[in-house]
């Protein structure tokens, strides 16, 4: 059997799974920019402006005179100072599952962190990591900051 009738079949599920993959919904947006404030994803730089959507794995930097405020789909807050870089890593948001996770790394920076519905309802399951150790969240509020060497 040539092996041309089998990769006509699977032609069609092949695209479905590219139009899938470039369905990935966002997990939040960017809702304030002052200054130079930009999102990295896959290499590419964007500049940040309000209503930039943001994926998991997105690196966001702002610049020396810059900030950014962005909102997740729990309603998590995240503002970031000026110089600053992070990333969320990890973000499951599925209340009917019970499927709740945050996850981010602060490289750099400073971070004021307001708890949204995953905080809430799965507190242990919400993690900042920095260069120096771990923030487990148990509260509603903090504010980190990542002083480089």
């Given at each position: 059997?040539?092996?041309?009738?089998f990769?006509?079949?699977?032609?069609?599920?092949?695209?479905?799974?590219?139009?899938?993959?470039?369905?990935?919904?966002?997990?939040?947006?960017?809702?304030?920019?002052?200054?130079?404030a930009?999102?990295?994803?896959g290499?590419?730089?964007?500049?940040a402006?309000?209503g930039?959507?943001v994926?998991?794995?997105?690196?966001?930097?702002?610049?020396?005179?810059?900030?950014?405020?962005?909102?997740?789909?729990?309603?998590?807050?995240?503002?970031?100072?000026?110089?600053?870089?992070?990333?969320?890593d990890?973000?499951?948001?599925a209340?009917?599952?019970?499927?709740?996770?945050?996850?981010?790394?602060?490289?750099?920076?400073?971070?004021?962190?307001?708890?949204g519905v995953?905080?809430?309802?799965?507190?242990?399951?919400?993690?900042?990591?920095t260069?120096?150790?771990?923030?487990?969240?148990r509260g509603?509020?903090f504010a980190?900051?990542?002083?480089?060497?």
């Amino acid at each position: 059997m040539s092996p041309q009738p089998f990769i006509r079949c699977l032609a069609p599920l092949l695209l479905l799974a590219q139009g899938a993959l470039a369905e990935v919904p966002s997990i939040g947006y960017v809702k304030t920019v002052t200054g130079q404030a930009s999102v990295i994803a896959g290499g590419k730089t964007i500049k940040a402006e309000p209503g930039t959507p943001v994926y998991q794995d997105n690196i966001l930097k702002t610049g020396k005179d810059g900030s950014l405020g962005l909102t997740l789909k729990d309603n998590t807050i995240l503002s970031l100072g000026p110089d600053t870089e992070m990333v969320v890593d990890e973000f499951l948001y599925a209340p009917a599952k019970d499927e709740l996770r945050l996850g981010g790394r602060v490289a750099k920076g400073s971070l004021n962190y307001v708890s949204g519905v995953i905080a809430k309802l799965k507190p242990e399951n919400v993690v900042m990591r920095t260069p120096s150790g771990n923030i487990g969240v148990r509260g509603t509020h903090f504010a980190v900051s990542v002083v480089e060497d």
